[in-house]
């Protein structure tokens, strides 16, 4: 594990390949009270992070929820959302630290958004979800 969002126990994790982790490791999020427990949301590192550029990496749990269910929907816009139902607060402070954390990101790693997103993801977890295994449960 390498990320937590701090939400229901949702963590990025390096996916090991034949025990080994490397620069281009796929990345896996596990949503341990999810519809899919485990969803790759990346082929290496640099595209989990572009996956998240746009609106953070909070809102990708939502996959966990919804993948595959509902084909048409992306993660939640939190900002969108956020802007459209919010009081001034704390909030406003919070978003304005993610905002300027993501510009700071995008710059230093030229991220940009993903084309064609529900395609990619449906690729990758054909490639990668066969791999992922669990400690068997007691």
Known sequence: MFAFTGGDGVHFS????DDIVTDTS???M???????ENVIVGA???EFLCLGCQHGYFDLQEFGYTFGKYPEESPVN?????????????????????????????TEFSLK???NLQQRLD???KLYL?????PPKD
């Open 26 to 28: 796929p990345i896996v």
């Open 123 to 125: 690729e990758l977890q």
């Open 113 to 115: 958004p993903l084309d």
């Open 44 to 46: 290496h590192l640099l």
């Open 14 to 17: 390096f996916l090991h390949i």
């Open 78 to 106: 939190y900002r969108d959302s956020y802007l459209e139902h919010r009081s001034p607060g704390i909030l406003d402070e919070r978003l304005d630290r993610r905002e300027y954390l993501l510009k700071l990101l995008n």
């Open 130 to 134: 066969p791999v992922v295994k669990l």
């Open 30 to 36: 596990t949503v341990p009270l999810g519809h899919h």
